[in-house]
C-alpha cells in the first residue's frame, strides 16, 4: 500500500477534499497494488491492476501528466466510498485507461474503465478517461462506464468508448446519476440501438451550461422510476 511519508511526497490542497493533503508517488518502479489510499500521483506512466476503493480506503488520482492503464478496468469505487481523478499538469496530458474483462460480454460486466457502485462517488476533474484503443469489445453495456452510484464531471474527456450492446461510453443505471458541471462525454461506438453510442441512462443525469455531451439516450428505468434530465441555465 503506498500511504504516508515516502519520499517524494508533496503537499498541496486537493480540490476534492477542500484540504491540504500529502501527495504520494506512484511509479512503475513501486510495488503497486490494488489497495492504495489516500493522495496520489503518478511520476510515470504506469501499467498496473485495478485500482479497488474499497475497505474504508479513499482515492485521490492526479494522473500528473501521465497515463494509468488498468490491466482490467482501471478504478472500481465500492459502495460507501469515494475517489476522484485529477491531472494538475500544465501540459493536460494525463490519461486513464482501460481495459476491461475478457469475460465483460458474456458475463454482462461493464464498463471498461469506470465502475462506480451504488451509494459510491467518483469526481473528475481533469484528464483524458478512455479505453484500450484496440479494436475489440470488452464491456457489454458503458463501454468507458457502469454508474449505478454518482459520478461528477467538472472538467475532462471521456472519450473511446466501445460496447457490444449499448451505452458505448457511459452507462448510468437504476439509481445511478450523472452530475455534469464541465468537461466532454464523446460519442462512442455501441452494437445495438440508434443513439445509444454515447450514454445510455435510466437513472438520473444533471447538465449544467458548461457540459458537453454528444448524445443521451433515455430508457424506462426498473428499480427508480422514470429517468430524468435537468439543464441548469
Known amino acids: 500500500m503506498l500511504t504516508g511519508n515516502v519520499e517524494g511526497s ?12 500529502e501527495w504520494i508517488p506512484m511509479s512503475s518502479e513501486a510495488n503497486m497494488s490494488e ?3 489516500g493522495h496520489i500521483y503518478l511520476k510515470e506512466d504506469v501499467d498496473g491492476p485495478q485500482i479497488l476503493v474499497q475497505e474504508g480506503r479513499n482515492v485521490c488520482l492526479d494522473l500528473n501528466g501521465h497515463s494509468y492503464t488498468g490491466r482490467t478496468r482501471a478504478i472500481y469505487v465500492y459502495s460507501g466510498h469515494k475517489a476522484a481523478i485529477f491531472d494538475t499538469s500544465a501540459e493536460k496530458t494525463g490519461k486513464l485507461i482501460g481495459r476491461g474483462w475478457e ?10 474503465t469506470l ?6 462517488e467518483l ?15 470488452s464491456a457489454k453495456n458503458g463501454g468507458i462506464g457502469i454508474i449505478t452510484g454518482r459520478l461528477n464531471i467538472y472538467d475532462g474527456v471521456l472519450t473511446g468508448g466501445r ?3 449499448d451505452g458505448g461510453s457511459l452507462y448510468v443505471r437504476y439509481n445511478g446519476s450523472l452530475y455534469m458541471y464541465g468537461g466532454r462525454v464523446d460519442d462512442g461506438v455501441a452494437g445495438a440501438s440508434i443513439n445509444t453510442s454515447c450514454i445510455l441512462a435510466n437513472g438520473r443525469v444533471y447538465l449544467s451550461g458548461d457540459a458537453s455531451v454528444a448524445k443521451i439516450r433515455f430508457v424506462a428505468a426498473t428499480n427508480s422510476g422514470a429517468p430524468k434530465i435537468t439543464n441548469w441555465l
Not at 10 to 21: G, K, L, P, V
Not at 103 to 112: E, P
Request: net charge negative.
Open 35 to 37: 489497495a492504495v489510499n
Open 163 to 165: 460496447a457490444e450492446a
Open 10 to 21: 508533496r503537499t498541496a490542497r486537493c480540490e476534492a477534499c477542500q484540504e491540504m493533503a
Open 103 to 112: 469475460n465483460a460480454v458474456s458475463s454482462g460486466f461493464a464498463g471498461s
Open 123 to 137: 469526481s473528475i476533474y481533469g484528464g483524458t478517461i478512455t479505453r484500450i484503443s484496440e479494436d475489440v469489445v
Open 115 to 120: 465502475l462506480v457502485e451504488a451509494d459510491a
